[in-house]
């Protein structure tokens, strides 16, 4: 009986640490970017914007992008957060995760 709560309660402490540590983001390693290196890459073949501190790379959009590609130009290699959000639906960002590269290093 007492061996049976042990593993009650060592299932219950496991839950409770599991709900509290996103297992999945462990192990996985964050690429850290430096605004060294984002501000390099500001051009039509090579382009890198921020938003929320997340590096998006999205030289393979910059052709499709309904908005046309000067205004990415324009801002190729900043941080874009505020023009982004003053011009898209949010949810746009869940397309584009996967140009996600990285966060700025703090
Ligand atoms: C991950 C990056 C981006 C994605 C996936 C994206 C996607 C889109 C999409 C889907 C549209 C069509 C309109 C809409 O559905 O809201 C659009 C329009 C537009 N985007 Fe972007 N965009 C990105 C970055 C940017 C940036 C960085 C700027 C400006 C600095 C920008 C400026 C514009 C403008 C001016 C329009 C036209 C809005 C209009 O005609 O009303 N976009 N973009």
Redesign the pocket.
Same mark, same amino acid.
């Given at each position: 009986m007492s061996r049976l709560w042990y593993h009650l309660v060592n299932k219950l402490f496991l839950q409770s640490i599991m709900k509290y540590t996103n297992t999945e983001e462990i192990g996985k390693s964050v690429n850290l970017i430096d605004w060294n290196e984002i501000i390099k890459h500001n051009t039509f073949n090579d382009l890198w $914007?921020v938003?929320n501190h997340t590096v998006?790379d999205?030289t393979s &959009?910059i052709q499709y992008?309904?908005?046309?590609h000067d205004?990415?130009i324009?801002?190729a290699g900043k941080d874009?957060t505020d023009?982004?959000f003053d $011009?898209?639906?949010k949810d746009?960002?869940k397309?584009?995760e996967k &140009?996600i590269i990285g966060k700025v290093l703090p």
């Open positions: $914007i938003i998006y999205i &959009f992008h309904p908005g046309g205004i990415l324009y801002n874009v023009i982004f $011009i898209h639906n746009i960002l397309n584009a &140009f």
